[in-house]
């Protein structure tokens, strides 16, 4: 995939502190009513005449509780120089990319799409360290402390319906901030956009189109997460605290969203190689992507 990529402002780790209403305004309450078991995308949620009454109850309720909440929420990101290898990603210690400083591994779709349409990698959207071109690759964490206190808080006095309502109100300002760190990294570092909706795409480890949980541990060194915000990663690669997103930026103009779908056995072994695994850890770790053998 041919485009010219644009050199980034700066290549220096941003720590960001925004409050509860400079990302509140990107919350996805569409998410938040499929978690209650609503039908349908909000606000055309309130227009149906089954899930209506229930659903403006439960949006009034959301938004009293998320007036009296007080998040700490913590945002980390860079724009690091890289170049696709294959399927990988090498990021470079400096402009100079004459070291590797660490080398993200993807995988690629491998049934035919009934479309026709291309096998994508995430590797793709990455200039090839074989053109010469000079490329970039987005790195973010975000962690929204205090959720699970406050849920405590409202179980301790039996009241289990606010106790859920904050905690999935925590998860969505984390996706928000995710999103509003999208924005302030491409307009602030990358020099791409004004701030509104994000250039790219920001897949996630563990999501479709890079299912391996533990390329985290990768966003982790490089953006020195617990230094930097505090969030732990667990041994299985989960985050602490549980309203926390971290993952990848590209800025390629025909980036997009994409599902790598099963893996035969031939990719996994590739896959398993260039992560210095063995075939049962690389079983382990992508098993529900594994074509049935």
């Not at 010219?4 to 290549?11: H, M, N, Q, T, V």
């Not at 659903?55 to 009293?64: E, I, M, N, P």
Request: contains cysteine; negative net charge.
């Amino acid at each position: 995939m041919s485009s010219r990529p644009s050199a980034p402002k700066s290549s220096e780790t941003a720590l960001w502190r925004p409050s509860r209403d400079e990302v509140s305004g990107l919350v996805e309450w569409s998410a938040f009513f499929a978690a209650w078991g609503f039908r349908g995308h909000w606000p055309a949620i309130a227009d149906d005449p089954e899930q209506r009454d229930e659903a403006l109850k439960l949006f009034r309720d959301a938004q009293d509780e998320l007036a009296r909440l007080e998040p700490d929420i913590r945002c980390v990101a860079a724009v690091l120089p890289a170049n696709a290898v294959g399927e990988d990603v090498e990021i470079y210690a400096s402009e100079a990319r004459d070291a590797v400083r660490e080398r993200l591994c993807f995988l690629r779709m491998q049934r035919v799409r009934a479309d026709g349409g291309p096998l994508y990698s995430l590797s793709d959207f990455v200039a090839p360290k074989s053109s010469g071109i000079p490329d970039w690759i987005g790195l973010f964490e975000v962690s929204v402390f205090g959720g699970t206190e406050a849920a405590a808080e409202a179980r301790s006095r039996g009241d289990e319906y606010s106790a859920l309502l904050r905690q999935l109100l925590f998860d969505r300002l984390a996706e928000a901030a995710a999103e509003w760190t999208h924005r302030k990294t491409m307009s602030d570092l990358w020099g791409i956009g004004d701030g509104g909706p994000a250039v790219g795409i920001r897949p996630a480890p563990g999501y479709p189109a890079c299912p391996d949980h533990t390329e985290k541990a990768k966003i982790w060194s490089l953006l020195e997460v617990e230094r930097n915000v505090g969030a732990k990663l667990t041994e299985n690669y989960a985050i602490s605290p549980v309203s926390s997103v971290c993952g990848l930026m590209f800025a390629h103009p025909k980036s997009t969203y994409f599902g790598i779908g099963k893996i035969g056995r031939d990719q996994l072994a590739d896959y398993a190689s260039r992560k210095g695994w063995t075939m049962d850890e690389a079983r382990r770790w992508l098993a529900p992507s594994l074509d049935e053998e």
